[in-house]
């Protein structure tokens, strides 16, 4: 399995300000992904991180208010840009392994728990 | 689109009793199936996981989970709880022709000593 890790573990922020999260993993990995995890609902895919090309994003998240960074495979970084009360949440960075097939399990950060005042 | 339903959303039981969480999805292709468990203050944990084989697979901590085809459901269970399996429980699907993984809304377990 891989370890991963995220900074900050938390923090809180004003509005129309912007948080870069980091995400570090101890091997390198095909795959990378950033959740949305908000209160009380489950995961939300934002986007998969592209090692050198851009982000992936799901419908609904789009690169200026998140944008994301792959430098190589075992970082990435996700910005909340021009943040608001409603960006509040719990952010989470996850791997797929080296193989990358069929069935690969996903690991999970510990997360990041943003509170937007 | 691809949905996980859960349909039990909080789940409260007494240690010993037996434990069933429900987990079914839409889609009709070849899927893989996890469940992963988040403790309090705690990152999720993959618990288990179906990728072929034998429908009924065993995880950590004594849970297991009965992958059955004809009703699109991966149910989650556990013969005999305990107080330290208070947790949050989500249900994933992979698809096998994407890399996305869908997950339920979650259920929230509560055992009672």
């Known amino acids: 399995s891989a370890v991963i890790s995220q900074k900050p573990s938390r923090d809180i922020c004003q509005r129309g300000t912007s948080l870069t999260i980091q995400c570090q993993v101890d091997s390198q990995v095909t795959m990378m992904f950033w959740y949305r995890q908000q209160p009380g609902q489950s995961l939300t895919l934002i986007a998969t991180?592209?090692?050198?090309?851009?982000?992936?994003?799901e419908s609904g998240f789009v690169i200026d208010k998140f944008p994301i960074s792959r430098p190589n495979l075992t970082f990435s970084t996700l910005t909340v840009s021009n943040m608001s009360p409603e960006d509040s949440s719990i952010y989470l960075c996850?791997?797929?392994?080296?193989?990358?097939?069929?069935?690969?399990?996903?690991?999970f950060g510990p997360g990041t728990r943003l509170l937007v005042l | 689109a691809q949905s996980v339903s859960q349909h039990n959303h909080h789940v409260i039981l007494s240690e010993a009793a037996s434990l069933e969480l429900g987990c079914n999805y839409s889609?009709?292709?070849?899927?893989?199936l996890f469940w992963y468990v988040q403790y309090p203050g705690q990152h999720l944990q993959l618990l288990l996981k179906?990728?072929?084989?034998?429908?009924l697979v065993k995880g950590i901590k004594g849970f297991e989970a009965e992958f059955i085809k004809s009703k699109f459901s991966f149910n989650l269970r556990k013969p005999s709880v305990q107080w330290s399996d208070t947790a949050e429980y989500f249900c994933a699907v992979n698809v096998n022709t994407g890399n996305q993984f869908y997950f339920g809304t979650g259920t929230s377990l509560t055992v009672i000593p």
């Open positions: 179906y990728f072929s084989g034998d429908p």
């Open positions: 991180a592209n090692q050198g090309s851009e982000a992936t994003y």
């Open positions: 889609y009709g292709g070849t899927v893989n």
């Open positions: 996850s791997v797929r392994g080296l193989a990358g097939g069929r069935g690969e399990t996903q690991y």
